[in-house]
């Protein structure tokens, strides 16, 4: 099936550092989300992200959180300053369309964030 | 509000043998859209079926069919003819027409082992 594709594959980084997720996302999708999941618990929704704005946010998505895809580019997720909570998987997800909720979201392998 | 729940933590059968995985959900809206994903010990989360709550047909891809019990607000997910290579944990999901551009609510996973 379609590919999402997530860099790095494991990050591990120092308390109040500054860490960038990329997601490289279906080619023809237009909508994207980000999700967490805490090491043997459900994904929790993060944010989702269309024509360029920030759609809808959840209570998890801090102000030390932005993402962003710029020109098309990869569409990256933001923590600054990254806390010991944020440790865990993110995942990246795509859609071809989002209003209406039909076409299903396709998710890359995820990025494991470790914060010391 | 809208919440998933898998209530069986982990399943273990013999493999070539059919397995139900259940999953309620709760939500306000006449018209959402329910997932199975399945996650590889990799890590990586696979689309497996979607079942549209209009449609009152039950979705069936490949080995993977959908009991949708819509009075009851549940969505089995069964696999007829387990192979090993089934082993994962499969997650339910729910998408309402009230969330905008597509959020996701998962459950917390049913961990399935299939035995040779």
């Known amino acids: 099936g379609p590919k999402v594709l997530q860099i790095p594959s494991h990050q591990i980084i120092d308390m109040g550092q500054m860490v960038t997720l990329n997601c490289d996302p279906v080619s023809n999708h237009l909508y994207f989300y980000w999700y967490k999941q805490i090491l043997g618990q459900q994904m929790e929704f993060l944010v989702n992200f269309y024509n360029g704005k920030v759609m809808e946010k959840s209570k998890l998505f801090k102000d030390q959180f932005s993402v962003e895809r710029p020109d098309g580019s990869y569409f990256t997720l933001k923590i600054q300053p990254t806390a010991l909570e944020d440790s865990a998987v993110y995942f990246c997800?795509?859609?071809?369309?989002?209003?209406?909720?039909?076409?299903?979201?396709?998710f890359g392998p995820g990025t494991r964030l470790t914060v010391l | 509000a809208q919440k998933v729940t898998q209530t069986q933590t982990s399943i273990s059968v013999m493999e070539k043998t059919t397995v139900t995985m259940d999953c309620v959900y709760e939500?306000?809206?006449?018209?959402?859209?329910l997932f199975w994903y399945k996650q590889t010990a990799s890590g990586e989360i696979v689309f497996l079926i979607r079942q549209d709550s209009y449609k009152k047909e039950n979705a069936t891809v490949g080995h993977y069919s959908l009991n949708f019990q819509k009075p009851k607000s549940s969505i089995g997910l069964i696999i007829t003819a387990t192979q090993i290579e089934d082993s994962a944990v499969y997650f339910c999901a729910m998408r309402d027409r009230g969330s905008a551009l597509g959020r996701l609510h998962f459950g917390a996973g049913t961990q399935l082992i299939v035995i040779p």
């Open positions: 997800a795509s859609s071809l369309e989002g209003l209406g909720g039909r076409y299903e979201q396709y």
């Open positions: 939500t306000q809206d006449s018209s959402y859209f």
